[in-house]
């Protein structure tokens, strides 16, 4: 926006002190001059030495002490103002300097360039909380464009994985034209899908991070024993125990996208099992202003620092690569993005036997409010 240029702030600072010092000086002075007219008595304003003077040469000098006393007023409001724009200018300077950090930091930013930060030193005050505040937004704006650019590399390399072997397919089928078509078509079927589940699960990722869905009651426990119920097969195809254990867990939110939440952690849980003797454990509750569900299953031992990064995008352990029902790497990342959506906290705690534990906490409302 182009702006039409004005006084600085400095300079309107520095009229502002120096006017202020004015004005005062002229009160003070008009105090002084109404003390000598009203207070002093009459006789300490004669002097003496007049050939005129009616009382042993003593006369008046009432309107003489105007004479007398304004030209060392203007000389005083002359001081006062050199004094007010010189001492204003020089504090209006040591009081901006900060806001001259911040303003270069910010320039700085504009320039993507986020790793500038202005660590104003000094004890806490206005300016120190605007600093620390804007150091704290350049940290997460830092972090978010990182994580946006790595995301897009991934989701870049994701997509372009399908592309590749549809046309290296069809290569070998134009090359080679012997070769079994119904091998072909099946073979680009599964890639395709496995594209189409990509595209599905980034859209559904953006949809969710965007907000941009409309809340209403639910139970978290119905929607849990929903997931169990259409994920029942596949635990049974891969040998794992599905237990359930839930109470009452009302919330608001988008039932698609909670749905889409518990789903994602069931088959997760079901997937990175141990295969054929594998155990899942849904469980739901309520905590004072939250509900709770808890997906925990068997599996290879996991450290803390492993499972924290489970929930980045195409974050994928060793054996998940090549599992039969890996999915494509974001089935966390929507959990996350769903929880946060939905102002709620996501933990992910490896068990000391193997496998992992995932807490969901949303904020809780009353249970007369879910429709059933």
């Not at 182009?2 to 009160?27: C, E, I, N, Q």
Request: aromatic residues 4%; charged residues 20%.
């Amino acid at each position: 926006m182009d702006r039409a240029a004005g006084l600085s702030v400095r300079a309107k600072l520095t009229l502002s002190y120096a006017g202020f010092l004015m004005l005062a000086g002229v009160l003070l002075l008009a105090a002084v001059w109404v003390f000598l007219l009203r207070y002093v008595p009459e006789r300490a304003l004669m002097v003496t030495g007049s050939m005129d003077a009616p009382d042993h040469g003593v006369f008046p000098v009432r309107s003489n002490l105007l004479r007398v006393f304004a030209p060392r007023a203007a000389a005083v409001f002359a001081l006062l103002l050199a004094f007010g724009l010189v001492g204003g200018w020089i504090l209006a300077g040591r009081m901006l300097a900060p806001m001259t950090r911040i303003t270069d930091a910010a320039r700085l930013a504009s320039t993507e360039s986020l790793s500038h930060r202005i660590r104003l030193p000094g004890r806490k005050d206005e300016f120190r909380e605007l600093a620390d505040a804007f150091d704290g937004m350049l940290a997460r704006l830092e972090a978010h464009v990182a994580e946006q650019r790595r995301f897009a590399a991934n989701a870049s390399h994701e997509l372009r994985t399908p592309l590749a072997i549809s046309k290296a397919l069809l290569d070998v089928a134009r090359s080679d034209p012997h070769h079994d078509a119904g091998e072909v078509v099946d073979r680009l079927h599964a890639v395709n899908t496995r594209a189409i589940n990509l595209t599905e699960a980034l859209l559904l990722l953006s949809r969710a991070g965007q907000r941009s869905f409309t809340r209403e009651p639910v139970d978290l426990s119905l929607l849990a024993d929903e997931a169990v119920e259409t994920l029942v097969p596949l635990a049974e195809q891969r040998g794992v125990t599905i237990e359930t254990d839930g109470d009452v867990a009302p919330t608001t939110g988008s039932q698609a996208l909670l749905l889409q939440l518990c789903t994602n952690l069931v088959h997760n849980a079901i997937v990175h099992n141990l295969p054929g003797r594998g155990t899942v454990r849904v469980s739901t509750g309520v905590r004072p202003g939250t509900v709770v569900l808890c997906v925990e299953n068997t599996g290879e031992n996991l450290t803390p620092e492993a499972a924290s990064t489970l929930t980045e995008p195409f974050q994928r352990g060793t054996e998940r690569v090549h599992a039969d029902h890996a999915g494509v790497g974001l089935g966390l990342a929507i959990v996350k993005t769903i929880t946060h959506a939905h102002d709620g906290t996501l933990t992910l705690t490896p068990r000391p036997a193997g496998g992992l534990r995932i807490t969901v906490e949303l904020p809780a409302t009353a249970p007369s409010a879910v429709r059933r």
